[in-house]
């Protein structure tokens, strides 16, 4: 069964400070990795995805992630992070030839002016 | 930018009633899901749903769950007697394939008292 670790439960940064979240994951097999994000008040959108190809992922607002296979990781990234970061971050997997989704617990992002 | 729409977004029930959450998905796309998080723990997938069969199910969706896209737009989730653990956010969500990222709803609270 896939499952899913997020380190950090709350981070609170101030703007321009670089932010990473650290997602782990558990599977014997090729995985397909999102990181979704929920801004307050909002749906889960996606942020950026990996399904193969170069593991270092670019996505929407600046961020990226990194899938280490050795590390069974997927950590997300921004160098500069804005108050309007502010948002609920999930690392989430998907066996490829399965639909379900499992997530992380997510990861609350505080950013302060 | 087409989303995924759901009703009602705030639902409460006595425990043993029946409750039915709808769901817009985007119109073009083929594969249907439930997922829910129940407060402070991880978004929890129950259902996936191609061409009006189950493809999927978690263990979470047991005898009281049905899913049923009664017509060409809508995607429904009836909980036939609810519990108080049934008390959660439900998420549904949409994908072109089964295989492509899922878009996902606002989300309908369901509080069972």
């Known amino acids: 069964a896939q499952s899913v670790s997020q380190h950090n439960h709350h981070v609170i940064l101030s703007e321009a400070a670089s932010l990473e979240l650290g997602c782990n994951y558990s599977y014997g097999g090729t995985v397909n990795l999102f990181w979704y994000v929920q801004y307050p008040g909002q749906h889960l959108q996606l942020l950026l995805k990996?399904?193969?190809?170069?593991?270092l992922v670019k996505g929407i607002k600046g961020f990226e992630a990194e899938f280490i296979k050795s590390k069974f990781s997927f950590n997300l990234r921004k160098p500069s992070v804005q108050w309007s970061d502010t948002a609920e971050y999930f690392c989430a997997v998907n066996a490829p030839g399965y639909q379900k989704v499992t997530f992380g617990t997510g990861t609350k992002l505080q950013v302060i002016p | 930018e087409p989303e995924v729409t759901q009703t009602p977004s705030h639902q409460v029930t006595q425990m043993g009633q029946e409750v039915i959450l709808r769901c817009v998905p985007i119109?073009?796309?083929?594969?249907f899901y439930w997922y829910r998080q129940i407060l402070g723990q991880k978004v929890e997938f129950l259902v996936s749903f191609y061409n009006n069969e189950i493809s999927e199910k978690s263990e979470i969706f047991d005898d009281q769950f049905s899913v049923e896209r009664p017509d060409g737009s809508n995607f429904t989730l009836k909980i036939r007697s609810t519990k108080l653990e049934d008390s959660a956010m439900y998420f549904c969500?949409?994908?072109?394939?089964?295989?492509?990222?899922?878009?996902f709803g606002p989300g309908t609270r369901l509080t069972v008292l």
């Open positions: 119109s073009n796309h083929l594969y």
């Open positions: 990996y399904f193969s190809g170069d593991p």
């Open positions: 969500a949409s994908s072109v394939t089964g295989y492509n990222e899922q878009f």
